[in-house]
């Protein structure tokens, strides 16, 4: 049966770890620029409904460097859902690629173009969750530090697409994840009850923008008005004001915190320009782990290892 990847949960947690040590591999040889072609004669048809730099050109670079082809459809070429039927743009790419990625605004259209291809379909981001993103971050963070153990994350900001990705990860790997958030801006409550029903993390939803963050290996954070919710940038900048991170916000953690993005940062906003640019952020290294992330990905569902 093909396999996709449209939740972190999709991945037991021991493939959540053959992928990141898969990762590290290709990483590696790509670096060496050894000969390692495994979607040669293959393509990947890319699906973006919404605007995109890291995602389009990590898979579409990574597809290439693995021996394939990848074609972009940007949001006015196919209009998905509009145009014409998701799940017949499943069968008719089915019969052209060997693999889909696709940005897509509803989270049901994902699903419903995994389950009508016949080829691996990868979650390139929905309104829900970044399943890539979160790969690549954790990635990032076992490279930093060495091992996974005793993980603290602070998330401050907008309970939104990329909080749940997180929360999906905590389903598979212990953490203690805090969501520091405005009322009225939670993670999605259902997310939230299937992380606790696991037993395997904390997690913790906070709107007090002082909540003790102390020990936090990492603070994260994301723009507060995702792609869909532009138009409440102005609004959202009020109500999330005591949520920026800045430098006080992270000399109060007591231990040299890393910090994280996952862009692009609308600097001034959720964070400042300072901690973007302070040793401790390793927002491009986070960018950088995309490709190989989302290649160890990619080997994996496509069966290749
Ligand atoms: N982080 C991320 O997905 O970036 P893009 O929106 O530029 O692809
Ligand atoms: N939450 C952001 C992530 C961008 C990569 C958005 O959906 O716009």
């Not at 940005?103 to 009508?116: D, P, V, W």
């Not at 900001?157 to 790997?173: F, M």
């Not at 640019?277 to 782990?289: K, R, T, Y």
Request: net charge negative.
């Amino acid at each position: 049966m093909k396999k996709d990847f449209l939740h972190i949960t999709d991945f037991t947690t021991e493939e959540i770890w053959e992928t990141l040590e898969l990762a590290k591999e290709i990483k590696a040889k790509l670096k060496n620029r050894e000969e390692y072609k495994p979607f040669k004669d293959q393509s990947l048809a890319m699906i973006f409904a919404k605007p995109s730099a890291r995602t389009r050109i990590s898979f579409e670079t990574g597809f290439f460097r693995l021996g394939g082809h990848a074609l972009y459809l940007g949001p006015s070429d196919i209009e998905i859902g509009k145009r014409e039927a998701v799940k017949d743009i499943a069968r008719v790419f089915s019969g052209y690629n060997d693999m889909i990625m696709a940005r897509l605004f509803e989270h049901k259209h994902i699903l419903e173009l995994a389950e009508y291809a016949s080829i691996p379909v990868i979650n390139g981001l929905t309104d829900y969750n970044h399943p890539c993103q979160i790969m690549a971050d954790i990635l990032t963070v076992y490279e930093h530090r060495g091992n996974l153990n005793d993980l603290k994350i602070v998330y401050v900001g907008d309970g939104n697409n990329v909080v749940h990705s997180w929360l999906h990860l905590a389903a598979r790997i212990p953490m203690h994840f805090t969501c520091v958030c405005p009322e009225g801006f939670e993670p999605d409550q259902k997310t939230i009850k299937l992380v606790e029903d696991t037993g395997t993390s904390m997690v913790e939803v906070s709107n007090d923008p002082k909540t003790d963050i102390s020990g936090a290996d990492v603070i994260y954070t994301d723009v507060w008005a995702s792609m869909g919710k532009k138009e409440e940038t102005e609004m959202r900048e009020k109500l999330f004001a005591e949520f920026q991170v800045n430098s006080a916000m992270m000399e109060s953690t007591s231990k040299t915190s890393l910090f994280m993005h996952c862009l692009p940062a609308e600097r001034g906003r959720e964070v400042t320009d300072a901690v973007m640019e302070s040793p401790n952020s390793i927002v491009f290294d986070q960018a950088e782990n995309r490709l190989h992330a989302q290649n160890a990905i990619m080997v994996k569902i496509a069966g290749k290892m």
